[in-house]
């Protein structure tokens, strides 16, 4: 979804080098001012005149970037080329808005997205100083946890022992080399995952990365609905055992990013009774999309896909609604 994300960026073939006397190549140096981050709502130009006039080798940076027509922001501080004495650089960049799925990784509003499951610590009663000394670990080894007043309601609840904390850093830690390291009862120490809960991490430059989540998970929304609405075509209907239907529908330029949940959740729907995407191959425009679902009297077999496909749409909608965005 974030490559789908609409965003600024110079596109290579809006970079004009009018005078370069320097050691890069034009090409080189074209994708090189491409990949600097520029934020504009409609669209920037930026001129770039530098002459060393030093004795000394000068840093050329996007510092030196002057707005010539529009509005808009550069990340400051990015080496674009470094010029001898006397040498000479000059180009004019225009910026426009794409997506990285089409116009390449210049468009990339986000340099780093991951999520990891998130873990809670629990300690058991009655375990004098174990507590201090974990978190003394913890925040030794550089283990961020959760503000506790804000994520309480993730701490999960085992007899006998009581959370003293939750992250989504503890995936590589264990019990073991805690317990070993502190020299206490590796019983008395416990690391269990939270049910259904995650951590997400966006690092993105000049966009925050609140503002880029919103916008992912609107724009999967309208393209599940999209789906959903499209006529798609459908390969054959059979009747299964006990009351129910298969149906095999063949979906045209739908990647797994629709096609993982969307199957994922119409599982979890009332009546159907299994659901599955098979893509024979790569380069094959089309993807088959198997759904089997229970019959209902009185309903027709490809109105009743349709009530299903509906609902399946709601849970993924309820479900990406209602995360929590740290504050």
Request: net charge positive.
């Amino acid at each position: 979804m974030l490559a789908d994300i609409n965003n600024s960026a110079f596109n290579v073939s809006n970079i004009s080098i009018i005078k370069n006397t320097g050691e890069l190549h034009e090409d080189m140096l074209s994708h090189r001012i491409s990949l600097i981050p520029v934020h504009s709502p409609n669209g920037v130009t930026m001129d770039l005149n530098v002459i060393n006039t030093t004795a000394e080798p000068l840093e050329v940076t996007s510092d030196d970037l002057v707005i010539s027509k529009g509005m808009g922001t550069v990340y400051k501080d990015i080496i674009i080329t470094t010029l001898k004495p006397g040498q000479e650089l000059q180009f004019v960049a225009k910026s426009d808005r794409n997506t990285s799925n089409k116009g390449g990784i210049p468009y990339r509003p986000i340099s780093t997205a991951y999520f990891s499951k998130i873990k809670a610590i629990l300690i058991k009663e009655d375990s004098p100083g174990v507590e201090e000394k974990v978190q003394e670990y913890l925040n030794d080894i550089g283990t961020e946890m959760y503000d506790r007043d804000d994520h309480r309601w993730l701490y999960p609840k085992k007899e006998g022992y009581r959370a003293i904390g939750v992250s989504d850093n503890l995936r590589t830690l264990s019990i073991t080399e805690i317990a070993g390291h502190l020299n206490i009862d590796p019983s008395s120490l416990i690391i269990m995952p939270v049910p259904k809960a995650y951590g997400f991490a966006i690092e993105s430059l000049l966009i925050n990365p609140k503002t880029i989540l919103k916008k992912a998970v609107r724009l999967y929304l309208e393209m599940t609905k999209r789906f959903l609405k499209s006529k798609h075509i459908i390969d054959g209907i059979v009747d299964g055992p006990d009351g129910s239907f298969r149906v095999k529908l063949k979906v045209k330029g739908v990647t797994a990013t629709i096609l993982n949940p969307l199957c994922k959740y119409a599982m979890k729907t009332k009546g159907v009774l299994f659901a599955q995407y098979n893509k024979k191959h790569p380069n094959d425009v089309y993807t088959e999309l198997h759904i089997t679902i229970k019959k209902q009297r009185g309903v027709d077999n490809y109105r009743r896909v349709a009530m299903a496909m509906k609902q399946t749409y709601r849970s993924i909608k309820t479900a990406l609604t209602g995360y929590t965005l740290p504050q």
